[in-house]
C-alpha cells in the first residue's frame, strides 16, 4: 500500500503561484509513476503532469505546459508541483496518483494509489 497525502492547494489571483506537494509512504516508490490529476466542477479529471521517480523523467500536458512543473525529492518521498501564472481555469480540486510502474501514462484509470485532493481556487 502506497499513502498519498496532498498539501498547498489555496486561493490566489490570476497570475500567481501556487506549489503543490503529495507526500508519500508505506512503500519504496523508486520504481513507481507519480502523476498529477485535477477535476473542476462539472467536468471529467485530467491529466497534469507525471514523472518518474526514477530518473526523474518528467512529461506535462498541453494545457499547462510552459507554466507548470513537476518535480520530485528522493530524500522526502514528496513529489511537487509547481504552478506560476495560474488562470481562473485552473480552478479545481488536484488530485496526487502513483502508478506501480515506470510506465508513462495520462490516464488516470491505471493508476494503484490515489491523496485525497487539494482544493486549488484561481479569481479573476
Known amino acids: 500500500q502506497v499513502q498519498l497525502v496532498e498539501s498547498g492547494g489555496g486561493l490566489v489571483q490570476a497570475g500567481g503561484s501556487l506549489r503543490l506537494s503529495c507526500a508519500a509512504s508505506?512503500?519504496?516508490?523508486?520504481?513507481?509513476?507519480m502523476g498529477w490529476f485535477r477535476q473542476a466542477p462539472g467536468k471529467e479529471r485530467e491529466f497534469v503532469a507525471a514523472?518518474?521517480?526514477?530518473?526523474?523523467?518528467?512529461y506535462t500536458a498541453e494545457s499547462v505546459k510552459g507554466r507548470f512543473t513537476i518535480s520530485r525529492d528522493n530524500a522526502k518521498n514528496t513529489v511537487y508541483l509547481q504552478m506560476n501564472n495560474l488562470k481562473p481555469e485552473d480552478t479545481a480540486v488536484y488530485y496526487c496518483?502513483?502508478?506501480?510502474?515506470?510506465?508513462?501514462?495520462?490516464?488516470?484509470?491505471?493508476?494503484?494509489?490515489w491523496g485525497q485532493g487539494t482544493q486549488v481556487t484561481v479569481s479573476s
Open positions: 496518483a502513483a502508478k506501480g510502474s515506470l510506465v508513462m501514462s495520462t490516464q488516470g484509470t491505471t493508476y494503484d494509489y
Open positions: 514523472i518518474y521517480w526514477t530518473p526523474g523523467k518528467t
Open positions: 508505506g512503500r519504496t516508490i523508486s520504481s513507481y509513476t
